[in-house]
């Protein structure tokens, strides 16, 4: 288990951040009405917000190049 932690931790740090940037964004402007499809919910906006910081780390990572010989 610690080792796949060790492997993703990358991933997993960037989920973490982006779900609490999610919540944060949701406890403070979220969409009081209900008519707002992620912000009206806690639970919406912080996975959307940890698909978001998941996705945002995908820019930045480099592909490791495998050597066919």
Not at 6 to 26: E, N, P, R, S
């Amino acid at each position: 288990m610690l080792e796949k932690l060790k492997t993703y931790k990358f991933q997993v740090l960037a989920i973490l951040i982006g779900a609490g940037l999610g919540y944060t964004y949701y406890a403070t402007i979220g969409c009081s009405s209900g008519s707002c499809a992620i912000t009206s919910s806690p639970v919406n906006s912080t996975l959307y917000g940890a698909m978001m910081g998941y996705l945002f780390l995908g820019i930045f990572k480099k592909d490791k190049k495998q050597n066919h010989d």
